[in-house]
């Protein structure tokens, strides 16, 4: 029988704006066929031109699925250059990531525009994973834990319960990313740990047992075993090693 950790395994791979078409179909195909079975949920979250011909190659895969990097916090309607929750499905995407650092600090998304774009991905039957994170100085203030519980909060507070069991949450400490810099395992578990008491508290100890709890930031073959042996860590959201594909799978198999 599966322990609650192995149950929330998960890996995924942020592309970001990298690949053209053709290289993406490429890198997905290739770790498809090198993954073989996987015991979890691989993810590949796309730029949205891939999306499409990505769900043809996941689709026969066992436990692979694509995501998307953004999705609009609109139904539908007049909202040029944005993607509603309903197109994503219908091209066959499975997660969306609402919230990376990147989208906070470049694009000014802030907590309510995030929140809506979870309830979004939700109506649409889409796993919204959800990532938050420290800034450097916020954390040479001593602020973390005040930072993320405010992220939290933000992106959270119109939720009870049930809906929180579709989510999934990846920590970013935005010092880590693109960085090279990887969170100590330690840093990184006393975070999830927090995170998992502040789940605890609002939404009771099954939404916190049960949540997928992510580590994002500077993920290498070299140092995902440690950290995913972290109680509180059970996957990896990865940038720069998930177009690699050996270092993406070795990844996966950490
Ligand atoms: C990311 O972009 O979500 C990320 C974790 O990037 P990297 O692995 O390159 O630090």
């Not at 990887?182 to 939404?203: C, D, G, M, Y």
């Amino acid at each position: 029988m599966s322990t609650l950790k192995e149950k929330r395994r998960l890996v995924a791979g942020n592309w970001k704006m990298n690949l053209d078409l053709k290289a993406g179909c490429d890198l997905a195909t290739e770790v498809v066929e090198q993954l073989g079975k996987s015991d979890f949920p691989v993810v590949f979250c796309a730029p949205a031109i891939h999306l499409h011909a990505l769900s043809d190659i996941v689709k026969d895969a066992s436990n692979v699925y694509s995501g998307a990097q953004d999705i609009s916090s609109h139904e539908s309607g007049a909202h040029t250059g944005e993607i509603s929750g309903g197109q994503l499905k219908s091209v066959g995407c499975s997660y969306v990531l609402v919230g990376h650092s990147e989208r906070r600090a470049f694009h000014g998304e802030t907590g309510d525009l995030l929140a809506a774009k979870i309830s979004q991905a939700l109506a649409n039957d889409l796993t919204p994973i959800y990532c938050f994170g420290e800034t450097l100085d916020q954390r040479q203030a001593d602020q973390e834990e005040e930072v993320v519980a405010r992220q939290l909060h933000e992106g959270f507070a119109h939720l009870d319960a049930p809906a929180m069991k579709n989510v999934v949450l990846a920590y970013e400490p935005c010092w880590a990313i693109g960085t090279g810099i990887t969170a100590s395992p330690a840093q990184a578990q006393a975070i999830h740990k927090f995170v998992r008491s502040w789940l605890n508290e609002r939404f009771g100890d099954s939404v916190a047992n049960t949540t997928t709890i992510l580590y994002g930031g500077s993920v290498k073959p070299g140092n995902a075993n440690e950290l995913f042996s972290q109680p509180d860590i059970d996957g990896g959201l990865i940038g720069g090693a998930s177009l690699k594909p050996a270092d993406f799978i070795a990844i996966v198999n950490a």
